[in-house]
């Protein structure tokens, strides 16, 4: 008789334990703990059967380096997150809160590969509700196969005569593998099933996509080691409210990690969006006050983007600060450093923040833009909107340099901006005669006031 074995596993991180914990030592989570029964069949044990083959090492300098195979995925904003199309034989998981689109996105780029096979693995949606949803999207490939299956061992069989080179499964929570008596989307589910996945990706070079929930605190639900097998992490991601997507690489084995392919989700699917400062800037003739631009740079992409604060005298005794798309705690920096270096008396003011387009920002270099679109609101006095900012600011209140400034000036000067305000550090080595927009450098916050408020 096959031997029962259960053992607990932290739902958030996947840590393993034999008994029941209250508070997990890997993640500190607390009452993450569930018990799952694992019945292991014997061949899993370590050791090597008769007549399997072994690996073999082998000096570095002998093996042959090969240039890895890449599919191009007729979307070229998928193409450059992936670092230039997908790998054969890797495996991508694509994060992404619930409704964003995740399930979309692979559809649309599964019909547009034509002339490739590609197997589409729903368990979420019956094969009625994706052709409807193709339907939607507009665009036909015959040789795009549907399978609605949960269970793995099928959807090997299926692999086996429909022969796809490439595969998508939507989810890998859904997924369950008869070696396990857990339930699907356990931690053990998940892990065995992505194993699995990952030994046909590897053994028959079929690249694998899969689809991940995330949790509510923005995590890939499931373990950790999800991320650590696979060999891309995508996620997917925008605010509900806007039609704008961005899919970020948060591991990328075969590419940088700084990329960001751009969508617009729009009522036939999602649009490439080639050109983001188009969506990222609100067109409007009239300067408004609270309203400076700032020239990213997100991966090797320069784009502009709408910074807006607003200030006001605090209704309650405590101001409010609220940030949306920039860190909140570095925008407290920055208030402090007005207030302490500049003598703006913010402290009594509530603050509110928004980078427009609802878009996240990481970039330093939007800090200065933070501070103009402050101040703006402060004075209440509007920005030219020919002008744009680009700089990092220190906490003693100096302009520090940003990489990248070349290709930030030449973005706001191909948008028809008339003036860009960097640091002054950032002026060394570039040839200013090169562009036809007004380039100035300044070295202090009060330095900027002068160009601002004269
Ligand atoms: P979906 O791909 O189902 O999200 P996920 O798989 O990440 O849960 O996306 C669903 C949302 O996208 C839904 O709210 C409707 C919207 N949508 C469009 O706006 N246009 C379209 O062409 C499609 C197919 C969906
Ligand atoms: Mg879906």
């Given at each position: 008789m096959a031997k029962t074995t259960t053992t607990y596993f932290c739902q958030n991180c996947g840590y393993q334990s034999s008994k029941w914990l209250?508070?997990?030592?890997?993640?500190?989570?607390?009452?993450t703990f569930v018990e799952e029964v694992i019945n292991r069949s014997?061949?899993?044990?370590?050791g090597i059967k008769k007549g399997e083959k072994k690996a073999l090492s082998t000096p570095i300098h002998q093996i042959t380096s090969e240039k890895e195979e890449r599919i191009d995925t007729r979307n070229n904003e998928l193409n450059r997150v992936l670092g230039g199309g997908l790998v054969r034989g890797s495996v991508v998981l694509i994060g992404g809160e619930p409704g964003i689109g995740k399930s979309t996105l692979l559809l649309q780029t599964a019909l547009n590969m034509k002339g490739l096979r590609i197997l589409y693995v729903s368990g979420e949606e019956s094969q009625q509700q994706i052709k409807m949803r193709a339907d939607r999207l507009g665009t036909k490939n015959e040789n795009c196969f549907i399978l609605n299956e949960t269970f793995t061992t099928d959807i090997f069989l299926q692999i086996e005569s429909v022969q796809p080179q490439i595969l998508i499964i939507d989810s890998i929570q859904t997924l369950y593998t008869n070696t396990l008596d857990s339930s699907p989307g356990s931690i053990s589910q998940i892990r065995e099933t992505a194993g699995e996945l990952m030994r046909l990706a590897k053994t028959t070079q079929i690249p694998v996509l899969l689809i991940g929930h995330i949790t509510k605190d923005g995590n890939?639900?499931?373990?950790?080691v999800l991320e650590h097998m696979v060999d891309t992490v995508l996620q997917f991601e925008g605010?509900?409210?806007?039609?704008f997507r961005i899919l970020r690489s948060v591991k990328n084995r075969f590419g940088s990690t700084s990329e960001l392919g751009i969508f617009e989700m729009r009522s036939g699917g999602l649009r490439e969006v080639s050109n983001p400062s188009e969506i990222l800037l609100s067109q409007r003739d009239e300067a408004v006050s609270g309203v400076a631009i700032a020239a990213m740079v997100e991966g090797q992409r320069p784009m502009l983007i709408e910074t807006q604060a607003l200030v006001t005298n605090a209704a309650y005794g405590t101001p409010q600060r609220s940030s949306t798309g920039f860190d909140l705690r570095r925008m407290n920096m920055l208030l402090a450093i007005l207030e302490k270096r500049s003598g703006f008396k913010l402290g009594t003011k509530d603050v509110f923040l928004n980078i427009a387009g609802g878009i996240r920002v990481d970039d330093p270099a939007i800090d200065l833009a933070v501070v103009a679109a402050i101040l703006s609101s402060f004075e209440d006095i509007a920005l030219s909107n020919k002008l744009c900012f680009a700089a990092e600011v220190g906490l003693s209140g100096e302009i520090r340099s940003v990489a990248h400034v070349e290709s930030r000036i030449l973005e706001a000067e191909k948008l028809g901006f008339e003036k860009i305000i960097i640091s002054?550090?950032?002026?060394?080595?570039?040839?200013?005669?090169?562009?036809?927009i007004e380039v100035v450098g300044v070295a202090k916050i009060e330095e900027m006031l002068t160009e601002l408020f004269g």
């Open positions: 209250g508070k997990c030592p890997e993640c500190g989570e607390w009452n014997d061949d899993k044990k370590h890939l639900a499931g373990p950790k605010d509900q409210h806007y039609g002054k550090y950032n002026l060394k080595g570039l040839a200013l005669n090169r562009f036809k």
